[in-house]
């Protein structure tokens, strides 16, 4: 797309880049060429809450155990320590199984270490901040943007139902904060909350600058060599990797869950698999070449 489509498709944006500064306050030059943007009809957003407490009612309905505000402290094994056997709960309580897959995100690492696994790559809890802010109706029409034009990096996307903006960032500035999962800040820090506001206002340059900003911080768990997950059975028999994606574990979720599917039932189905070589993001993998390295992979 071109600036002048984009203007008539999306009057409410700029086409402008964020600007960069040099020591004097003069702006620089970026050489970014003519604008450019990649428009894609039809992606829509899907609610992950709703589509969780759906999945959780089919789990129920199946029979599976699922349980909230379990901890889990450490892995089991085998006498000879060959093979995973299941997980040891916070109250010393076990659960046996011939399969565990460490799912656990951002404690993915400490649970590893229970059992003195590690693998070629490393993945981190790294915090994210976002950012929500009331719009009037007409920004309600806006698609999902990830502005790459410019050293910007903020991303925005908008929740007409209740005439909300969520904003937050791209840029590896804001995406490099390792943390503590057990000890971390789960608010909006100012200076960051600023920071997404004047990248957010020089791409909707009529949006109100009124009303409250609310925010909070998250994490995701970042593969720090390559932002691609690792997926497959560790050194240790019956344990399963299943991280590291960079914050994009709920939309990979149905070709992941075919992948660790496969991998320890050794069968495929005629329908919803993933053909995804089942070594491709094998723990053990060498680190992936990539033209640019970003969390928006």
């Known amino acids: ?44 957003h899907l609610d992950s809450s709703t589509c969780l407490t759906d999945l959780l009612a089919a789990c129920r309905r199946d029979g599976i155990d699922v349980r909230f505000n379990t901890r889990v402290e450490k892995f089991t094994t085998s006498s000879d320590g060959a093979r ?19 799912a656990a995100g951002p404690w993915f690492n400490k649970l590893n270490e229970s059992v003195g696994i590690s693998l070629s790559t490393t993945a981190l809890p790294t915090r994210i901040q976002v950012g929500h802010k009331w719009i009037p109706d007409d920004f309600c029409s806006l698609p999902f943007v990830a502005d790459g034009w410019g050293p910007s990096g ?23 904060e390792i943390v503590d999962p057990d000890n971390y800040n789960t608010a909006l820090d100012p200076d960051v909350k600023q920071d997404y506001l004047n990248c957010l206002f020089h791409r ?36 399963w990797a ?21 991998q320890i039932s050794g069968k495929t189905l005629s329908t919803w698999e993933t053909d995804v070589p089942t070594d491709f993001m094998g723990p053990y993998r060498e680190v992936l070449s990539l033209k640019a390295k970003t969390h928006f992979a």
């Open 1 to 44: 797309r071109d600036e002048a489509e984009l203007g008539r498709r999306f009057p409410l944006m700029s086409p402008e880049p964020f600007p960069t500064f040099d020591e004097h306050g003069e702006e620089v030059s970026q050489g970014l060429g003519s604008f450019s943007a990649v428009y894609e009809h039809g992606c829509g």
């Open 154 to 176: 903020i991303y925005f996307m908008p929740r007409a139902a209740n005439n909300q903006l969520v904003f937050g960032s791209v840029a590896h500035r804001f995406e490099s």
């Open 242 to 262: 299943c991280n590291g994606f960079s914050g994009h574990g709920f939309k990979l979720a149905p070709a992941v869950g075919s992948l660790v599917a496969q």
């Open 84 to 102: 995973c056997t299941g997980v040891q709960l916070a109250d010393s309580s076990t659960i046996s199984t011939p399969y565990v897959v460490n």
């Open 204 to 239: 909707l340059p009529t949006l109100p600058r009124d009303g409250e900003i609310v925010g909070f911080s998250s994490m995701y768990t970042v593969n720090q060599d390559d932002v691609h997950p690792m997926i497959g059975e560790t050194t240790l028999g019956g344990l």
